[in-house]
């Protein structure tokens, strides 16, 4: 479970980007962040992995406060955080196996992953992982020959080759065409859920967050202003997250996506049905 306790960050600038923000997540529970640029989103998923210093509060992840460890304790914390961002963030050069497994590097030491000489048992967990992302027919393809929505399956699946205790998932699907934005969301979702995981997605798309979180969080300069279901996140709700920003237009282009996606789904059953 990851508690986030009155989190406050006052940057040196004097900009308070986050006040006395309070929640919990428990395992297997996926919680979509949203709110208007400059809301907090990133500095908040950043103060749990302490790539930002918190100015007042506590992150306590199964207990420990990750607020409080040296340096040395703080390296093996961030072990347990999987991280995964926009898609671009591979090693080009190196194979779709090569990356998942960098997901070792906190555990094996620099030079044994430099000579990339892992462990036969994190090997195996990175096969186990790419067959569960959809990529086995991808092990040892350059990062730099994938599509976007496979390179976010890299990414998904080197976040768990950390063996980590939460996932941090910064704008997901911020690159991605609407249709690879919705599998790859669905797949974090499954994932979570099948192997307990909470996580923690900042997600700018509503629509998503909706459709695909259990919980959505709302920031809006730096305070929790919705914290609910997604079925509570009602448009008077939205407005005062967003204000005057139209999220109408984005709902309704989505909900467009979501009918082509639903008539290719029903296709495709149709010519399954007809083998
Ligand atoms: N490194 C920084 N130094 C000073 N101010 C920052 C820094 N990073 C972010 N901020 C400010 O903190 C606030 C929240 O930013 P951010 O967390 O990036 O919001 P979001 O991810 O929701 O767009 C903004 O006012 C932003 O200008
Ligand atoms: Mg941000």
Same mark, same amino acid.
């Given at each position: 479970?990851?508690?986030?306790?009155?989190l406050?960050?006052?940057?040196?600038?004097?900009?308070?980007?986050?006040?006395?923000v309070?929640? %919990? *997540?428990?395992?297997?529970q996926?919680? @979509?962040?949203i !709110?208007?640029? =400059?809301?907090?989103? &990133?500095? +908040?998923?950043r103060c749990?992995?302490?790539?930002?210093?918190?100015?007042?509060?506590?992150?306590?992840?199964?207990?420990?406060?990750?607020?409080?460890?040296?340096?040395?304790?703080?390296r093996?914390?961030r072990?347990?955080?999987?991280?995964i961002?926009?898609e671009?963030?591979?090693?080009?050069?190196? %194979? *779709?196996?090569?990356?998942?497994?960098? @997901?070792?590097? !906190?555990y094996? =030491?620099?030079?044994? &992953?430099? +000579?990339?000489?892992?462990?036969?048992?994190?090997?195996?967990?990175?096969?186990?992982l790419?067959?569960?992302?959809?990529?086995s027919?991808?092990?040892d393809?350059?990062?730099?020959?994938?599509?976007?929505?496979?390179?976010?399956?890299?990414?998904?699946?080197?976040?768990?080759?950390?063996?980590?205790?939460?996932?941090?998932i910064?704008e997901?699907t911020?690159?991605?065409?609407?249709?690879?934005?919705?599998?790859?969301?669905?797949?974090?979702?499954?994932?979570?859920?099948?192997?307990?995981?909470p996580a923690?997605?900042?997600?700018?798309d509503?629509?998503?967050a909706q459709?695909?979180?259990?919980?959505?969080?709302?920031?809006?300069?730096?305070?929790?202003?919705?914290?609910?279901?997604?079925a509570q996140?009602?448009?008077?709700?939205?407005?005062?997250?967003?204000?005057?920003?139209?999220?109408?237009?984005?709902?309704?282009?989505?909900?467009?996506?979501a009918?082509?996606?639903?008539?290719?789904?029903?296709?495709?059953?149709?010519?399954?049905?007809?083998?």
């Amino acid at each position: 479970m990851l508690s986030v306790e009155t989190l406050t960050k006052t940057y040196k600038t004097g900009d308070r980007a986050l006040s006395d923000v309070s929640f %919990t *997540v428990p395992k297997g529970q996926v919680v @979509g962040l949203i !709110g208007p640029s =400059g809301a907090g989103k &990133s500095t +908040l998923i950043r103060c749990i992995n302490r790539l930002v210093e918190p100015s007042a509060g506590a992150v306590r992840l199964n207990g420990a406060d990750i607020t409080r460890l040296s340096n040395t304790e703080l390296r093996r914390a961030r072990r347990r955080i999987g991280m995964i961002f926009q898609e671009y963030a591979l090693v080009e050069r190196l %194979t *779709v196996m090569e990356n998942v497994l960098s @997901g070792r590097l !906190g555990y094996v =030491g620099f030079w044994r &992953s430099f +000579l990339r000489r892992y462990p036969a048992k994190d090997v195996q967990m990175a096969y186990r992982l790419l067959d569960r992302v959809g990529l086995s027919a991808h092990v040892d393809k350059r990062a730099d020959a994938l599509s976007g929505g496979q390179r976010q399956r890299v990414g998904i699946a080197r976040a768990l080759e950390q063996e980590p205790e939460l996932l941090l998932i910064d704008e997901p699907t911020a690159s991605l065409d609407p249709r690879t934005s919705r599998q790859i969301m669905r797949l974090i979702v499954e994932i979570c859920r099948e192997s307990g995981l909470p996580a923690i997605i900042n997600i700018h798309d509503v629509v998503l967050a909706q459709q695909f979180t259990d919980r959505i969080i709302g920031l809006q300069a730096g305070r929790v202003v919705f914290d609910g279901t997604p079925a509570q996140l009602t448009e008077d709700v939205l407005t005062t997250i967003y204000g005057a920003e139209d999220w109408t237009a984005m709902r309704k282009g989505a909900s467009e996506d979501a009918e082509a996606e639903e008539e290719e789904r029903a296709q495709a059953k149709k010519l399954m049905d007809a083998l």
